[in-house]
DNA sequence: GGAATAGTGTCTTTAAGACACTATCAA
DNA sequence: TTGATAGTGTCTTAAAGACACTATTCC
């Protein structure tokens, strides 16, 4: 199929974070502006290439990650999300991006990395909107990242990754609002996870008084996936059932 | 950071296969035994690097699994499963795979392709117990590959891409079966999924018949995403409610 | 006592799980 | 009529959805 004198064409890599955090109630990605050309001065994704052949994929993600945040890895949610690898998706030339999706709980202001001249959380819903044009492919990356989280969180333990070590139960409804966009029935959360053991455990203690009752503080618990499952609500403006995406 | 000269450094594409079907009621896996080093002689997923600089991933993965299965592309399902990057992963240097799942109906027995001296549908039950071992990472590649496979048909119509464009429901059940290595209730399922709109539609017509009343066709319906899904029962070795992993 | 926030209880409806019989065809 | 396969109906149980009140704290 091949002459003997052929061999494989190279490819540059990168890693790209699409990061998530919850900022006054409302979900929020996080963007550099690019200091450089492609794209020079438009919003993208934080992320970079590989910083020499032998780091591993994984490490290098999160190494952009506390280069963009400042923050220690310990609390962050980091996992691969997809490959990005049209040929026509970087000028210059075949570069790769192994996308991540990045959860962490509310975070200090971002710190200028080395690629950006600037970072800034933005609310998903400007990008989500369409609103606010991304460098690259990035739209893309960061709808899908998107999208992974509001799966995600319906089958797994996720959410508690938006939170701190510790939370409260309307803290962890709020997060699942935000992500959904929408809103959830107070009593038949209260209901869910207490009824899902080892999703969140009692921590014993009570929340800083802020006038009303002190809530309840819990933690993580040992389980990762929920059965049964948090499920997503169908998106109220249409009728009916409206599960079931057609072709 | 980086001085000027820094350049990123470059790395090999491939593309692997995680190619699934039905045969005689069992979830196979094809194989094929490589003919080169590394891992000469030894059962590997198919796969290749990418042909030219230009290729597009997925095309790659069209064009490897034609070049495996002799088939045509049109009733295959094929999508991006992971990305596996390790630095010690193939001792050519670093070598990056872009793993796919594809899932067919019933296939003819497969054609030696470029790479291979030998292909074969495997039952995945031998990769799964590591009864038989691969070369590179493609036992955990494949693993993923049967995972995700078990896990979408449950909120997806995915189990249609094993059957024929026309099949039974009994059929459609002995997917179910032979995936998750389970025994449905032929009552709840005939149940089930005809209470699910829009994932099969009768065809009309009736299937030879083999000695028995002929059974109903059907045919893949619009909708892709099955709410409320089909959930994968718990394996019944273990005690009680045993759905959520522990980390 | 009033304002503020946290936390719960019940009824209805939907769907899963368990279970056994009837229907249609060919020989 | 028998053998073979296809197809269904009902009861019980689990969990989702809708809905409004009680509890604890601070002032």
Redesign the pocket.
């Known amino acids: 199929m091949h002459d003997d004198a052929w061999s494989p064409p190279p490819v540059l890599l990168t890693v790209d974070l699409v990061i998530l955090t919850l900022r006054e109630g409302r979900l929020h990605l996080l963007l550099v502006e690019r200091g450089k050309a492609p794209f020079r001065g438009m919003p993208a994704l934080p992320g970079g290439f590989l910083n020499h052949d032998g780091e591993e994929i994984l490490d290098a993600a999160h190494r952009e990650l506390s280069e963009e945040t400042a923050l220690t890895s310990g609390w962050v949610h980091l996992e691969q999300l997809a490959v990005y690898g049209e040929s026509g998706r970087d000028p210059r030339g075949r570069v790769i991006s192994v996308a991540h999706l990045a959860i962490a709980p509310g975070l200090p202001d971002p710190v200028a990395g080395t690629d950006a001249t600037d970072a800034a959380w933005v609310p998903a819903e400007d990008v989500l909107s369409g609103e606010l044009e991304l460098a690259f492919d990035h739209h893309r990356i960061a709808t899908d990242g998107i999208e992974r989280a509001r799966d995600k969180i319906e089958f797994s333990s996720l959410a508690t990754a938006f939170c701190g070590e510790e939370f409260?139960?309307?803290e962890l409804q709020q997060v699942y609002e935000a992500v959904w966009g929408t809103e959830l029935?107070?009593?038949?959360f209260?209901?869910?996870v207490?009824?899902t053991k080892g999703f969140i455990v009692p921590v014993g203690t009570?929340?800083r008084?802020?006038?009303?009752?002190?809530?309840?503080l819990y933690r993580a618990g040992p389980k990762t996936v929920l059965f049964?499952?948090l499920?997503r609500?169908a998106p109220s403006a249409t009728q009916g059932?409206t599960r079931g995406k057609e072709e």
Chains 1, 2 share one sequence.
């Open positions: 409260t139960i309307a029935d107070i009593r038949n209260y209901r869910k207490q009824a009570n929340r008084t802020t006038g009303g009752r002190p809530a309840r049964p499952p499920i609500p059932n």
